[in-house]
């Protein structure tokens, strides 16, 4: 039985075929013609276009579109089109369509505004359009770069210019190539990695990593930033052993998807209490429509433990469509993002990135912009204080009416709701919304972090800025027993891993009893040395 992602690319491929058919043996047809520009600068500008009739995508592709082969497990299951029937075009694009009415959607990511275009092709014409595209936010302007930390496609040097051309379609300031594996092979190779890997055009490059190891007993990691790659196919399961090495490397390590699927939140205690983690996939559309699950990541801030929010698409495996039209299937590159600050006064470079991102200067999002500042600190920072000291919070959320109305903005310290405004209040909108407070006399450290709603699928989530008193941590005593309680709990729930099931070829976890044994030991002590400080 044919799959039906493979199922649909026949079927525009057959299309193309009849329609070159129709054409060459006389049948009538018009001609579209269409150039699409940045507004704010007036040249030709990446995009994505949906073409449709009827409701229905037109399978046909221009010869402008820009193709790079892109499937599930590295096969080649896509190519011009992208799994939405859509396709990226460089700024300009021509078609012969038979004549009929057309809707001609055309997007750049969330930070311009889509534009939808009916139009009626008549047989001998050319339909001639020229459309400027407008932006209602520019974060690179304010310091602010875009990535999709989670990327799957192969990729040589020839393939560099098409796809960054994909990612500037998506205003995609950084695109991370995760070379993906598993304990039998490696997908998606990457030619090369750190300085070596990255190519750059302008604002916008590509740079390499792995989502490497990956187990359903412990979960998905991924690296970022490393000067190499990093496996140990014979000790596959020590997820720490990889995670030391990339540090040495320069990298940064992080658990995937929300440490939800494949049961990330118990290799994220293994390893995050254990101080080897450095970053965790907050926003993604792999677990259901709603990208934002904060359950893992509110666990290992409670207790004191550091952790950069990022966020990546899993594309072509996981994603949730906003544009027009009917969507098949919905992955698409830069639906989940972080943005990083590099800061007004230094260059766009792979390494201030990467700096910039092992600081924790960021925020994720699928739509809504935030700004928040605890005296003046910003996302990421670590900012002591005496005891009996006041902080001041100011926190802003920005969206737009046609393309990210927002609907509530909230502040939240050790995962309570500090503060909270919704779009229907007076003095908020659903563009704007502002939050200010102090805590005053403040006896003990704590994290606080702002988070904002858009709608079910559009959502944003700060790194925390981590305030301590007088040097001590910013755990949460209240919670500590509650989550130490958890942690035992995941666990012993690797320890149940260890009996050997034939069926289940995909686990092997009991050939590394003895190793994981001894890291739930040490993890155990932490937990014991944790409850007697929290107590």
């Not at 770069?145 to 205003?171: K, V």
């Not at 990339?246 to 995937?256: C, D, F, K, M, V």
């Amino acid at each position: 039985m044919v799959d039906s992602f493979g199922w649909r690319v026949c079927k525009r491929l057959l299309f193309l075929v009849l329609m070159s058919f129709l054409t060459a043996n006389g049948q009538s047809v018009g001609r579209l013609s269409i150039t699409i520009l940045d507004a704010s600068t007036g040249k030709p500008t990446p995009v994505r276009v949906q073409l449709t009739q009827n409701g229905r995508p037109v399978a046909q592709l221009p010869v402008e579109a820009v193709a790079v082969m892109y499937g599930l497990w590295d096969h080649e299951d896509g190519y011009g089109f992208q799994p939405d029937s859509s396709f990226y075009v460089p700024g300009r694009f021509q078609l012969s369509l038979p004549p009929g009415t057309y809707a001609v959607a055309i997007s750049k990511g969330p930070e311009y505004l889509p534009q939808k275009h009916i139009l009626t092709i008549t047989a001998g014409k050319t339909v001639q359009k020229t459309l400027r595209l407008e932006r209602w936010i520019n974060m690179a302007a304010k310091g602010w770069y875009s990535t999709d930390g989670h990327i799957h496609l192969r990729r040589s040097p020839r393939d560099n210019p098409y796809i960054a051309c994909w990612l500037q379609a998506e205003d995609v300031h950084v695109g991370a190539f995760l070379r993906m594996g598993d304990f039998w092979e490696t997908y998606y190779p990457q030619y090369a990695y750190g300085d070596k890997g990255v190519y750059q055009q302008g604002n916008y490059l590509l740079t390499s990593g792995q989502e490497d190891p990956r187990t359903s007993e412990l979960g998905h990691v991924f690296a970022l930033g490393a000067a190499d790659r990093v496996r140990k196919s014979n000790r596959y399961y020590f997820f720490d052993e990889v995670f030391d090495k990339i540090h040495q490397l320069g990298g940064i390590t992080g658990y995937a998807h929300q440490a939800e699927t494949f049961h990330g939140y118990r290799g994220l205690t293994l390893d995050g209490l254990r101080g080897k983690v450095d970053a965790f996939e907050l926003l993604q559309f792999c677990v259901d429509a709603h990208p934002l699950h904060t359950q893992h990541y509110y666990h290992l801030l409670d207790l004191g433990i550091p952790l950069t929010a990022t966020a990546g698409s899993d594309f072509p495996w996981c994603g949730q469509d906003h544009g027009h039209g009917p969507v098949e299937h919905s992955s698409r590159i830069g639906n989940a993002r972080f943005y990083t600050y590099l800061g007004a006064d230094k260059k766009f470079t792979f390494s201030n990135w990467r700096d910039a991102v092992a600081a924790g200067h960021t925020f994720v999002s699928s739509g809504p912009i935030l700004d928040l500042k605890v005296a003046n600190a910003i996302p990421g920072d670590h900012l002591d204080l005496k005891k009996g000291a006041s902080a001041s919070i100011t926190v802003h959320a920005y969206g737009d009416d046609r393309q990210v109305p927002l609907d509530t903005l909230e502040l939240v310290s050790h995962g309570n709701v500090i503060g909270r405004v919704t779009a229907q209040e007076t003095g908020q909108s659903s563009h704007h919304l502002s939050l200010q407070l102090t805590l005053p006399n403040l006896e003990s450290g704590r994290w606080i972090a702002a988070r904002c709603s858009a709608g079910t699928c559009r959502s944003a989530h700060t790194t925390p800025v981590y305030l301590t008193v007088n040097g001590d941590g910013f755990y949460n005593r209240e919670t500590a027993s509650h989550y130490l309680d958890l942690s035992e709990q995941y666990l012993t729930e690797i320890e149940q891993q260890f009996n050997p099931d034939p069926t289940k070829v995909d686990q092997q976890a009991w050939k590394y009893k003895d190793g994981l044994q001894a890291r739930i030991a040490e993890t155990r002590r932490i937990i014991e040395a944790l409850r007697k400080k929290l107590k």
